[in-house]
């Protein structure tokens, strides 16, 4: 019985040991695993930042050009069949452009700076969350200020062409008017469209590429979090 005793106590002490061996091995693995997460995670925030730099550089260099310069995106010929008033709203409108970008390097620099920093699972768990929230909350908030902006500048931009270009004598005034402004809703809703599209093949390719490698780095770190 003793003996029994002693080669059970042998099988028990042997089994814990292998216990512990697992144990220190998965917590190495999570470790190992956490680090990698974290670096892949710090390098697609920095290639979201690269890029929202260039896009900074490239309508600031935009902006500057024409300023000083004293060109304009279209031909004087054009511009006054649309009408100057019009044209400079629309050319004011460009260099909006700028303040988005600098918001967005703001919110990209800053969450590039927390998840830099993150030492622990949690924190880095939340880190991304709040940063994939952020980024694409700030872009639809961008694109319907964007859409609220342009629409009363492309409805008289539509109104103006059309009056310029087509003769309305056989018209009365509050026909002309009317077929201006039926006009000047399908331009504005044209203009929205190529907007809608170009935003949702631009952001989504680009910007979502990397916010879906966070999305899935998320997923990654949820399971070790266990």
């Given at each position: 019985?003793?003996?029994?005793?002693?080669?059970?106590?042998?099988?028990?002490?042997?089994?814990?040991?292998?216990?512990?061996?697992?144990?220190?091995?998965?917590?190495?693995?999570?470790?190992?695993?956490?680090?990698?997460?974290?670096r892949?995670?710090?390098?697609?925030?920095?290639?979201?930042?690269?890029?929202?730099?260039?896009?900074?550089?490239?309508?600031?260099?935009?902006?500057?050009?024409?300023?000083?310069?004293?060109?304009?995106?279209?031909?004087?010929?054009?511009?006054?069949?649309?009408?100057?008033?019009?044209?400079?709203?629309?050319?004011?409108?460009?260099?909006?452009?700028?303040?988005?970008?600098?918001?967005?390097?703001?919110?990209?620099?800053?969450?590039y700076?927390k998840?830099?920093?993150?030492?622990?699972?949690?924190?880095l768990?939340?880190?991304?969350?709040n940063?994939?929230?952020?980024?694409?909350?700030?872009?639809?908030?961008?694109?319907?200020?964007?859409?609220?902006?342009i629409?009363?500048?492309?409805?008289?931009?539509?109104?103006?062409?059309?009056?310029?270009?087509?003769?309305?004598?056989?018209?009365?005034?509050?026909?002309?008017?009317?077929?201006?402004?039926?006009?000047?809703?399908?331009?504005?809703?044209?203009?929205?469209?190529?907007?809608?599209?170009?935003?949702?093949?631009?952001?989504?390719?680009?910007?979502?590429?990397?916010?879906?490698?966070?999305?899935?780095?998320?997923?990654?770190?949820?399971s070790?979090?266990?």
């Open positions: 019985m003793i003996g029994n005793e002693n080669n059970t106590n042998k099988e028990n002490d042997f089994l814990k040991s292998i216990w512990q061996s697992q144990k220190e091995e998965k917590t190495y693995d999570s470790k190992a695993i956490f680090k990698m997460i974290r892949k995670s710090i390098n697609a925030v920095q290639w979201l930042f690269i890029i929202t730099v260039i896009e900074f550089m490239i309508g600031i260099s935009i902006s500057l050009w024409l300023l000083l310069s004293g060109k304009h995106f279209f031909s004087n010929e054009k511009i006054d069949l649309v009408g100057q008033a019009e044209y400079t709203k629309m050319e004011n409108f460009s260099h909006l452009g700028i303040i988005g970008s600098i918001f967005l390097i703001a919110i990209v620099f800053y969450f700076r998840i830099s920093s993150t030492l622990a699972v949690q924190q768990i939340q880190n991304i969350i940063f994939r929230k952020t980024v694409i909350g700030f872009i639809i908030f961008w694109l319907v200020l964007i859409i609220i902006l629409t009363p500048i492309m409805i008289s931009l539509g109104a103006n062409t059309y009056l310029s270009q087509n003769d309305t004598q056989h018209l009365s005034t509050e026909e002309a008017k009317a077929m201006a402004q039926k006009i000047g809703y399908i331009t504005a809703a044209f203009n929205i469209f190529i907007i809608l599209i170009f935003s949702a093949i631009y952001y989504g390719f680009i910007y979502g590429t990397f916010l879906r490698r966070l999305g899935k780095n998320l997923k990654e770190l949820k070790i979090n266990h």
